[in-house]
């Protein structure tokens, strides 16, 4: 029988604690940042180009390196979808945290024409304001999607929460039993590393329909 091979670079548990998921998304902000020398917000076009702000929204698909880095954060095999893989690393859409940044930069900008500068009392609660509009953004986002849907439906409604939780984080078994992609037969099956799809413990034939509901709630080779 074949086993599922971990995704490449994952680590120990340490990854995914919430301090690292902070730093990654310290990370991931760098990458939406102003342009100093255009003097205007920047944000990263899905499409391989820049986009100035104002213009209008660019397609759903997500930047390969985005959809990976939320796969690494949340140790998830690189076959879980792009927005399953960013709610679980809780990690947003680069171009709804390039919002976030817009604002706070036009903000500067204007009081800097002003000839002021904003209190850090300021800029923090404009940068909580827009960063509460962005989370409603994202679970508009999640509605939309058409893959994913069990961790979607499942974390959509207590995002808030799952995002602020100051303590948990998830290691790569976890990541397999919330996603369903991980060392099942009907997932090792469908990727083609095992003839059969049927449940490695007791070969149910009903397995396939709901692989990660079978192992933990009616497979009797568990019961003990």
Not at 23 to 47: F, I, K, M, P, Y
Not at 86 to 104: K, R
Not at 119 to 146: C, L, N, S
Not at 199 to 211: E, F, L, S
């Amino acid at each position: 029988m074949a086993s599922a091979t971990p995704p490449q670079g994952s680590r120990r548990t340490e990854l995914a604690t919430p301090e690292f998921r902070r730093a990654t998304n310290e990370v991931s902000s760098t990458l939406c940042r102003r342009s100093e020398e255009h003097g205007a917000v920047w944000r990263l076009n899905l499409g391989g180009r820049t986009q100035q702000e104002g213009e209008s929204r660019p397609s759903a698909q997500a930047p390969a390196g985005h959809r990976l880095i939320a796969q690494k954060v949340a140790r998830t095999y690189r076959t879980v979808e792009h927005a399953a893989a960013c709610v679980l690393a809780g990690t947003p859409h680069w171009e709804l945290e390039a919002g976030v940044l817009s604002v706070i930069y036009h903000l500067m900008a204007d009081q800097k024409a002003r000839g002021k500068r904003p209190a850090p009392e300021r800029r923090g609660a404009v940068r909580q304001e827009e960063r509460e509009i962005m989370t409603d953004r994202w679970k508009e986002d999640m509605t939309r999607a058409q893959f994913g849907r069990r961790n979607l439906d499942a974390i959509g409604p207590v995002l808030d929460q799952w995002l602020e939780r100051p303590h948990g984080f998830l290691t790569f078994r976890l990541a397999q039993v919330l996603t369903g992609h991980g060392c099942f037969g009907s997932y090792l099956h469908m990727i083609g590393r095992e003839e059969s799809p049927l449940c490695h413990k007791c070969g149910a034939a009903d397995y396939t329909v709901q692989a990660v509901q079978h192992t933990l709630a009616v497979c009797t080779s568990w019961e003990e």
